[in-house]
């Protein structure tokens, strides 16, 4: 453990020293020095992996030298302080960060063995196969059953009607909405409450079948209530999916993953088995953060 | 520690009393501006509108006297069983002219007569020639028949001549005033709805004027105007906006589209003249060269107000279309332009309506010609509403104020219908 440090930077040696240090360390955005990430960041047989990414917004990079694996089903947290690259490095996976002109991405990223940044990846394609749901939830203005038909309908997973109205109900049933929401599936999707509209999103996502879903902060606009109606259906949702959530909230990381991975400042600190994150950090970041010294 | 902060507290929540009631008296003060600015707006536009709309009314009802009418085969030059064409061409003035004579029989004098006769307006032998064409049983008899009255005597008996002034400054004499005040105690005189100033084009005598050439004329332009404009702006905002490249070169094609929408109509006029009228030959004074010429004027109007309308759909619904896979023209088409849609229609519609109101560009098409023909097409030669406002507003018949007014309230009309069915449309696509 205590090898596994040394071979850091030189500022979380210092931070060590005294409280005032590492407060003014933790807004640093000067050192970009090589560091090793602590932990297990790769797993065998990966849903997906990313080596070596950098990622920069115009001249800031915002991610330094990340590397991480998503095994297959399992849950991934993505927790650290503001600022720390953890959403940038979720809508690399799907290239979500394709959209903003000043995004530079750098790295090897594979989905099941299949380069996600080759020249061949189509993104339409990507996307279909890794499903998104975003912090605020961002319902289509249109029908509750428009929401989730529209992915079906542009891929052209159902052949009619029936078929059409079967995907519907199953996706909004294993968002466990339908039963609140199956009278009313021509009203708008933006009359329904926050949380409401969080599952209506997630049944959009998982709608046309994908393989991974990612999540960003997908609770951050959400009533502790609400919040915990997600948690259990992402409980549920794991037994089909790959899951990678990224939450402000450390309580909802524990609850909820399988592993979890810390970021700091762009960098990946730390990886490792949910528990032992919790329980036992290895690096003095971590621990600061967990227990609630910054953040 | 505590005995300092205490007296602190206390002064901070004295002097921040002290000031509150400086910052609502500036709170009421800026809301009584703002309330005066927008009463000082509504009374100039009242005014405006009273102004108009006084003016303007009169021009809507018309004038029409009853004359006995002997129509005689002899005077009308007609054989006895006429044919259409005869019936036509036949000599209804003098028929006319005859009757008042009858009338009036102690009008003696050439001059006098003459002013017996415009006591009728010179549409007055159509109106005969129409109804004896429609109903050729009427000839060889005597029957009492509404015929248009003169613009001139039209206006006294709609009590806008002043009796008092001295004859020489009025354009209705005092024998002419005696004939109307005896027509009129007689019940000969009516006055009715102006149907005409919604059928007849334009014409040299105030009471056969009619709008429908400039509306006609407007509306083909507009039509033109939108099926230009309107899809090519949309689209040059959408790809703009969402496909082009940032580099210098968008850069120069946004700041042109900006310039552009400064540049005076009338520049744009004497584009359309020298390039579809010399070069491309196309119609002179018609409406397709209009709307194109107005297309050209609108289109940086609906660029821009379309590409805010764009720009202003909030990202997170970008990424939701993406996120599910959807393709870059598909996240556009099914989720962006129904979400700016309204906004693309009030902009479009404030261009619209910017093009309903310029006359300055189409003066130099030529589309200012005095035209009689209602257009049947966009090739058709025509006049539009604002150029027909310049028009009467030019001329110097007393009878062309009140149809210049009337004008002007019909432009309005045109334009609040255009509003209308924008707020509809915004509506549709809100609710969607």
Redesign the interface.
């Known amino acids: 453990m205590e090898s596994a440090d040394s071979p850091q930077s030189p500022a979380p040696a210092a931070q060590a020293a005294t409280g005032e240090k590492k407060a003014l360390d933790i807004h640093d955005h000067t050192d970009v020095g090589a560091y090793e990430t602590i932990g297990s960041p790769f797993v065998k047989n990966p849903k997906m992996s990313a080596r070596n990414v950098n990622v920069y917004y115009g001249d800031k990079q915002a991610i330094h030298d990340v590397s991480l694996d998503i095994g297959r089903n399992e849950v991934i947290a993505m927790i650290g302080p503001s600022g720390c690259g953890k959403s940038t490095f979720l809508r690399t996976l799907?290239r979500?960060n394709d959209?903003i002109?000043i995004c530079r991405v750098q790295g090897d990223f594979s989905l099941d063995g299949d380069n996600i940044y080759g020249a061949d990846q189509d993104?339409?394609?990507?996307?279909?196969r890794v499903?998104?749901?975003?912090q605020?939830p961002?319902?289509?203005?249109?029908s509750i059953y428009e929401n989730v038909a529209?992915?079906p309908r542009?891929?052209g997973l159902a052949h009619n009607k029936t078929e059409m109205d079967e995907i519907v109900e199953n996706s909004l049933r294993r968002a466990s909405l339908f039963s609140e929401v199956k009278d009313q599936l021509d009203k708008p999707g933006t009359g329904l409450s926050g949380g409401q509209q969080q599952r209506l999103?997630i049944a959009?996502?998982i709608?046309?079948s994908p393989e991974v879903i990612l999540m960003d902060e997908p609770c951050s606009a959400l009533d502790p209530i609400a919040t915990a109606r997600i948690e259990e259906l992402i409980d549920e949702l794991k037994e089909n999916y790959t899951i990678a959530i990224v939450t402000h909230s450390m309580q909802q990381a524990a609850r909820v993953s399988e592993r979890t991975a810390y970021f700091h400042l762009g960098k990946l600190i730390e990886v490792g088995a949910t528990k032992q994150v919790f329980t036992m950090p290895k690096h003095e970041l971590t621990e600061n953060y967990i227990t609630g010294r910054f953040g | 520690m505590n005995n300092t902060s205490k007296p602190d507290t206390f002064k901070h929540s004295e002097a921040i009393k002290a000031s509150l009631k400086k910052r609502y008296a500036r709170e009421r003060r800026f809301q009584w501006y703002g309330r005066l600015a927008v009463l000082t707006g509504f009374v100039f536009l009242f005014i405006l509108l009273f102004d108009i709309v006084s003016k303007g009314y009169p021009a809507f009802t018309q004038q029409f006297i009853k004359v006995s009418i002997n129509l005689d085969l002899d005077q009308l030059d007609l054989p006895p069983n006429a044919t259409q064409e005869q019936l036509f061409s036949a000599n209804y003035l003098g028929v006319i002219k005859a009757s008042l004579r009858e009338m009036f029989p102690d009008v003696s004098g050439r001059k006098d007569k003459q002013q017996l006769y415009r006591l009728l307006s010179v549409g007055a032998e159509y109106n005969l020639r129409d109804r004896v064409i429609e109903n050729p049983k009427l000839l060889g008899h005597t029957t009492d028949i509404w015929l248009r009255a003169h613009s001139e005597s039209g206006s006294y008996l709609k009590g806008q001549v002043d009796a008092a002034m001295p004859e020489s400054d009025r354009r209705v004499k005092d024998l002419q005033i005696g004939w109307l005040e005896e027509l009129k105690a007689e019940g000969r005189t009516e006055s009715r709805f102006n149907v005409a100033f919604f059928t007849n084009g334009d014409s040299r005598e105030p009471e056969m004027a009619g709008i429908r050439v400039a509306l006609y004329g407007s509306f083909f332009t507009l039509l033109v105007t939108f099926a230009i404009a309107f899809p090519i702006g949309v689209f040059s905002a959408v790809y703009l906006e969402e496909f082009a490249p940032r580099n210098r070169l968008t850069d120069l094609i946004e700041i042109n589209i900006n310039n552009l929408a400064a540049v005076p109509s009338i520049v744009f006029g004497l584009l359309g003249l020298a390039v579809f009228i010399n070069f491309f030959d196309l119609p002179r004074s018609a409406p397709l060269v209009g709307g194109i010429v107005l297309s050209l004027m609108t289109l940086p109007t609906i660029i821009i107000t379309s590409r805010a309308a764009i720009q202003s759909v909030s990202p997170s619904i970008r990424e939701a279309a993406l996120g599910v896979g959807a393709s870059k023209l598909q996240t556009v088409f099914h989720h962006v332009l129904p979400v700016a849609m309204p906004g693309i229609l009030t902009g479009s519609i404030i261009g619209m309506a910017q093009a309903l109101g310029e006359s300055a560009p189409l003066l130099m098409i030529g589309m200012v010609a005095f035209i009689m023909d209602v257009p049947g097409g966009v090739t058709d030669p025509a006049t539009v509403l604002p150029v027909q406002v310049y028009l009467w507003a030019d001329s110097p018949e007393r009878g062309f104020t009140e149809k210049t007014s009337a004008a002007i309230m019909v432009l309005m009309g045109f334009l609040i219908v255009m509003n209308a069915l924008a707020v509809y449309l915004r509506k549709r696509f809100e609710l969607k």
């Open positions: 799907n979500m959209i002109p993104t339409v394609l990507l996307r279909a499903g998104m749901v975003f605020k961002n319902p289509f203005p249109k529209y992915g542009i891929h999103c959009r996502a709608a046309v």
